[in-house]
């Protein structure tokens, strides 16, 4: 279904105006051209993964673990972004998968909210756990965005029901004169932006409105650890815990359609 999907689009993709306008928003500290985003070179990297529950395949961690909704109990666990990981890692098991769900938590120092090192702090467990865990080929860091006071709407509605909006996120590893980041290097930066593309067109198709459009910014974001590293802000603090719960079960249709 996939393939189908990405073969009817595709005449369109190839007008790298009409693709930037409708499915990027860049980022004023980096810049994108029609050679790194080559929508037909990047609909035809093949992402699939052999489905084997006996090891584990997927990760699910939280660079920002603090992030909560409009409506989550101080305290609860479970009404935070870490909550929306378990269930997101439940939703992937149920495709067969083997997903560890990393809980730690990378954003407080001495009890105190400090993000400043929370990618040096996950970087460093990840990698012990890919270490442990070698069979891992697909690493999701789940976040909640934080928007400012805005009119935009963030919300959307599937099969009856009030559900967060999603929106993938990639960081290029250069700046806004092309320059690549050479202090962050990406051996995995042409698969990155093919996952988020790829899930991206196959939203557009089975959930409209479900995503917004996928955002780029310079840096890398702890996206060089594999080859289908993929960096989802779902939701937003105007968010509720409900819309934002069930936001989970799209998401891991989409990947599963991808890794297929």
């Not at 409009?70 to 997903?99: C, H, P, Q, W």
């Not at 599937?158 to 700046?175: E, H, V």
């Amino acid at each position: 279904m996939a393939a189908s999907i990405f073969s009817r689009v595709l005449p369109q993709l190839t007008d790298f105006s009409y693709l930037l306008s409708n499915y990027y928003t860049v980022d004023a500290d980096t810049v994108a051209d029609a050679e790194l985003l080559d929508a037909e070179k990047l609909l035809a990297v093949d992402l699939s993964i052999e489905q084997d529950s006996s090891v584990p395949q997927i990760l699910i961690y939280h660079t920002h673990s603090q992030e909560a909704f409009a409506d989550s109990v101080e305290g609860e666990v479970s009404d935070t972004v870490v909550g929306m990981g378990e269930i997101l890692a439940d939703e992937l098991r149920s495709y067969g998968y083997n997903v560890i769900h990393d809980t730690g938590v990378y954003d407080l120092v001495d009890g105190v909210l400090d993000r400043s090192a929370a990618y040096d702090y996950a970087r460093a467990s990840v990698e012990a756990i890919l270490e442990e865990n070698p069979t891992i080929e697909v690493i999701i860091d789940l976040h909640r965005d934080g928007v400012d006071g805005s009119e935009e709407d963030f919300v959307t509605e599937i099969d009856g029901y009030a559900t967060s909006k999603i929106m993938f996120f990639n960081g290029l590893s250069r700046n806004s004169d092309g320059e690549a980041l050479s202090w962050l290097p990406n051996a995995y930066l042409m698969e990155n932006l093919a996952f988020s593309l790829q899930l991206q067109v196959l939203a557009n198709a089975e959930f409209p409105g479900f995503t917004r459009k996928i955002y780029l910014q310079a840096e890398r974001y702890n996206l060089h650890l594999r080859a289908r590293s993929l960096l989802i802000e779902a939701g937003t603090q105007l968010n509720t815990v409900e819309e934002e719960r069930r936001a989970m079960a799209p998401i891991a249709d989409l990947i599963w359609q991808v890794l297929s």
